[in-house]
């Protein structure tokens, strides 16, 4: 059983910052990658890194703001969240894709931690 376990969420004014954290397992061909789902949206890619080579992709409202991260030897990776935004708001997951980043379905899923951002 692979556990993916998030942190990091929390309130957070307009303009302010947070980091997640997503804790699990890494393997040499694995993707790890951020979601999030804000209230009757659906869910969307924030930003995914390949666990080996750490090659990212950014969703279009993650690019020039968000940074994703690997610490392999920690086993943890990081998404640095800049200039939040109201519509940032939403709960934030973090999978694990044995495929490399075609299968997010099929994968290991947290439980989602809330980013909550006032105005």
């Known amino acids: 059983q692979v556990q993916v376990v998030e942190s990091g969420g929390g309130l957070v004014q307009a303009g302010g910052s947070l980091r997640l954290t997503c804790a699990a397992p890494?393997?040499?061909?694995?993707?790890v990658g951020w979601f999030r789902q804000a209230p009757g949206k659906e869910r969307e890619v924030v930003a995914t890194?390949?666990?080996?080579?750490?090659?990212?992709v950014y969703g279009d409202p993650a690019k020039g703001r968000f940074t994703i991260s690997v610490d392999r030897a920690k086993k943890k990776v990081y998404l640095q969240m800049n200039n939040l935004k109201p519509e940032d708001t939403g709960v934030y997951y973090c999978?694990?894709?044995?495929?490399?980043?075609?299968?997010?379905?099929?994968?290991?899923w947290g439980q989602g931690t809330q980013v909550t951002v006032s105005s």
């Open positions: 999978a694990l894709d044995g495929s490399g980043g075609s299968n997010w379905s099929g994968g290991y």
């Open positions: 890194i390949t666990w080996n080579r750490g090659t990212t």
């Open positions: 890494g393997r040499t061909n694995w993707a």
